[in-house]
């Protein structure tokens, strides 16, 4: 393409449909159009850029070359342009649009369900998508768009650079149910490794974790006798037996009934919680706002600093 003025924002929109949906009755159906206008108007695109851009296959369309490397500029390009023509005034009460996060179980029952609390009372139009955090590509799907928000832990930042922001910072407490022998003492380091212990593994079912590793700092070991697949089922676990637990505070919060809490006796270095996102949505006025409802929300003041060089 060497002259801009043969293009214009409509047939843009169509080639980004077309990548996404590979189907040219998908996109004329996502672009309220029939099927034989987006036909011309790929056509059209085919002149433009030389090239042409999909070939027909059994289930669809697949893009070529040309086309998959146009991709990662076309969206960008178009959250840019739609970034300049909206309205600077968002209004939450009335905004319609969707969104979509992934956190691991603990972050949901900690952070993300009184998130949605409060964005089900702000923003009643808005549609939320909470995901698992059990995905190996999360930076390619925030770039991409299958993914909006990544809420995540300190360990689980992945390398490649993106816009974030720290939400909060946890810390680990034990745990016990009111009728263990050690609700009311205070736990010595002697009583913490002899007793049997719980722990949460979702994935790998393993029996060392955080609190394991500062233990061996010092010399010593505790009896892990149960994995558990997620921390919303380790209160009631708890409650059945006089095992320990080792948890991140917040995940108890609403769930203290018939249980007890005590400092460990060793040093277990806690975590920080944090929201990443794509440079794509860092200026869309929906995604800066649900930002601002997760800071309001973990109790972090929402005039801090992001943690990349891009500013809210």
């Known amino acids: 393409m060497s002259d801009i003025r043969r293009i214009d924002l409509n047939l843009l929109l169509a080639l980004n449909a077309l990548l996404e949906e590979q189907s ?63 309205a600077e005034h968002f209004e939450p009460a009335t905004a319609d649009f969707t969104a979509s996060l992934s956190a691991n179980d603990y972050i949901q029952s900690a952070l993300v369900v009184p998130f ?34 990544c809420v995540t832990t300190t360990t689980e930042i992945p390398s490649l650079e993106l816009p974030s922001r720290l939400l909060y910072e946890e810390r680990y407490i034990g745990v016990v149910r009111s009728a263990h022998p050690l609700a009311t003492t205070a736990v010595t380091l002697e009583q ?19 609190t394991d590793q500062a233990l061996a700092q010092i010399g010593r070991k505790r009896r892990v006798v149960l994995s558990a697949p997620g921390f919303l089922v380790l209160p009631e676990i708890l409650k059945t037996d006089d095992l320990i637990a080792v948890l991140p505070e917040r ?23 944090h929201v990443l996102w794509h440079q794509r949505i860092h200026q869309d006025s929906a995604y800066r706002w649900l930002r601002e409802q997760l800071a309001l929300t973990a109790h972090i003041d929402i005039d801090r600093a992001d943690t990349s060089s891009k500013k809210m």
């Open 24 to 86: 040219v009755t998908r996109a004329a159906k996502r672009l309220a159009l029939t099927q034989p206008t987006v036909s011309a108007m790929l056509a059209r695109l085919r002149k433009i850029f030389g090239d042409a851009l999909f070939v027909r296959t059994p289930r669809g369309i697949l893009p070529t070359p040309r086309a998959a490397a146009l991709a990662p500029a076309l969206k960008q390009w178009l959250a840019d342009a739609h970034a300049f023509v909206a």
């Open 116 to 149: 949605i609390e409060r964005v089900r009372r702000e923003a009643p139009n808005a549609r939320l998508a909470v995901r698992s955090a059990q995905f190996t590509d999360i930076p390619a799907m925030l770039e991409d768009g299958r993914l909006d928000l």
């Open 192 to 210: 913490f490794c002899r007793y049997p212990h719980v722990m949460v593994s979702p994935a790998e079912g393993r029996f060392v974790g955080p």
């Open 251 to 273: 995940v108890l919060r609403g769930r203290m009934a018939n249980l007890s809490t005590f400092a460990p006796p060793v040093d277990i270095p806690g975590f920080g919680v």
